[in-house]
């Protein structure tokens, strides 16, 4: 049984009646929310949050993340995240369903903003000095829009929450030199590949599988991978599956039996020789490394 919590918005403000859309301040955020946002945790919904002050780490899905001024982060629902501080931050935080920018932007999807497009690109974003004060005022104008009760304030929001997305995405494609330039054609090909692996990893792990389901060849699926990743597509299919295994190992009460049964392997032997293959260290090891 998986024993890592799975947060809703609901849970966060009791003030404002909104279940679709959440913000806050983040010292005042972090104050409210001090009994879990050091532990591993995961959301539903999307989160963005910005760092004027403060210094730490932020672990996303087993990566490691440097917190400073100027620190921006993006998550999807579903990833497992944890804040740990060593001084005190400051800065601003939202939260938003799908359906709350998707039912007001109805020709736009979260996916066209680089950070959101594809689980491979960075979750995170460094502002420039010169450019932190313009951004961290447009997140207190969202933050002091939700907690008015004005007319027209649901679609105020998501006007905001878009130009605070836009901006960020500027300033994402002029400083990652990785986010990815391929066709539309390619992109969309990808996210809907991605979003396939994500439901069928467990049971399907042959790129001729989604190859077919996308009514493509796997050399060409192949093609799309290595233009928008630099990546096969078995090597897309295979790190979702040991994310899921890391996963499992470190916020789960499974035995390592069971985990190999769960991501569709019977034979306990194998499993563990992929998961070595792929991250250097036998399952149990890093359970071990882990805590």
């Excluded at 003030?15 to 001090?34: A, G, Q």
């Amino acid at each position: 049984m998986k024993i890592i919590p799975v947060l809703h918005i609901q849970q966060f403000e009791q003030d404002v009646p909104m279940s679709d859309f959440y913000s806050n301040d983040l010292k005042t955020h972090l104050e409210r929310n001090n009994a879990f946002f050091h532990k591993p945790h995961k959301h539903d919904f999307y989160l963005c949050v910005i760092f004027s002050k403060g210094s730490g780490i932020h672990e996303i899905d087993f990566d490691t993340y440097n917190v400073n001024p100027g620190s921006v982060f993006f998550l999807k629902p579903g990833q497992t995240h944890y804040w740990t501080f060593n001084s005190k931050p400051e800065g601003y935080i939202f939260f938003h369903t799908q359906d709350f920018y998707e039912l007001h932007f109805a020709k736009s999807k979260l996916e066209q903003f680089p950070f959101y497009y594809s689980n491979k690109n960075t979750p995170s974003l460094t502002l420039s000095s010169k450019n932190i004060e313009l951004i961290v005022a447009r997140f207190k104008d969202l933050n002091n829009e939700y907690y008015n009760n004005l007319p027209y304030k649901k679609q105020k929001l998501s006007s905001l929450t878009n130009t605070i997305y836009i901006e960020l995405a500027r300033h994402y494609t002029d400083t990652d030199t990785n986010t990815n330039k391929a066709s539309v054609t390619y992109i969309e090909t990808l996210r809907a590949l991605e979003k396939m692996v994500e439901t069928h990893y467990r049971e399907e792990k042959s790129a001729k599988f989604y190859a077919n389901r996308l009514h493509i060849t796997s050399k060409h699926l192949n093609r799309i991978t290595n233009a928008t990743l630099d990546k096969t597509t078995t090597d897309l299919i295979m790190e979702r599956v040991i994310l899921e295994s890391k996963r499992l190992i470190v916020h789960s009460n499974n035995s390592l039996f069971q985990i190999s049964e769960i991501l569709g392997y019977s034979d306990y032997a194998y499993f563990s020789k992929v998961f070595k293959l792929k991250t250097g260290f036998t399952p149990l090891e890093f359970k071990k490394s882990y805590q």
